[in-house]
Nanobody, 122 residues
Framework: QVRLVESGGGLVQAGDSLRLNCVAS????????MGWFRQAPGKERESVAA????????YYADSVKGRFTISRDNAKNTVYLQMNSLKPEDTAVYYCAASPAYGSRVDKYDYWGQGTQVTVSS
C-alpha cells in the first residue's frame, strides 16, 4: 500500500507560479512511475505530467508543455510539479498518483492522493 499526500495548491492570479508537492509513504519501493493529474468541474480527469522512477523519462500534456515541470526526489519519496505562467484554464483539483508502470493513462495508476485545489483567477 502507498499513501500519497499532496500540498501546495491555492488561489493565484494568471501568470503566477505554484509548486505542488506529493509525499509518498508506505511500500514506496514498489512503485515505478509518478504522475500528476487534474480534474476540473464537469470534466474527466486528465494527465498533466508523469515521470519514471529514474527520472529519465517524462511526459507532459500539450496544454502544459513549457510551463509545468515534474521532478522527483526519491530519497525524500517526494514528487513535485512546478507550475509557471498559470492560466485560468489550469484551475482544477490536482492529484498525485503512483504506478508500477510509467505512463500517462489514468488506469495505469493504482494509488492516488486526496487532491489539492488550484484556482487561477484572470
Amino acid at each position: 500500500q502507498v499513501r500519497l499526500v499532496e500540498s501546495g495548491g491555492g488561489l493565484v492570479q494568471a501568470g503566477d507560479s505554484l509548486r505542488l508537492n506529493c509525499v509518498a509513504s508506505g511500500r514506496t519501493s514498489n512503485f515505478y512511475g509518478m504522475g500528476w493529474f487534474r480534474q476540473a468541474p464537469g470534466k474527466e480527469r486528465e494527465s498533466v505530467a508523469a515521470m519514471s522512477k529514474s527520472g529519465s523519462s517524462t511526459y507532459y500534456a500539450d496544454s502544459v508543455k513549457g510551463r509545468f515541470t515534474i521532478s522527483r526526489d526519491n530519497a525524500k519519496n517526494t514528487v513535485y510539479l512546478q507550475m509557471n505562467s498559470l492560466k485560468p484554464e489550469d484551475t482544477a483539483v490536482y492529484y498525485c498518483a503512483a504506478s508500477p508502470a510509467y505512463g500517462s493513462r489514468v488506469d495505469k495508476y493504482d494509488y492516488w492522493g486526496q487532491g489539492t485545489q488550484v484556482t487561477v483567477s484572470s
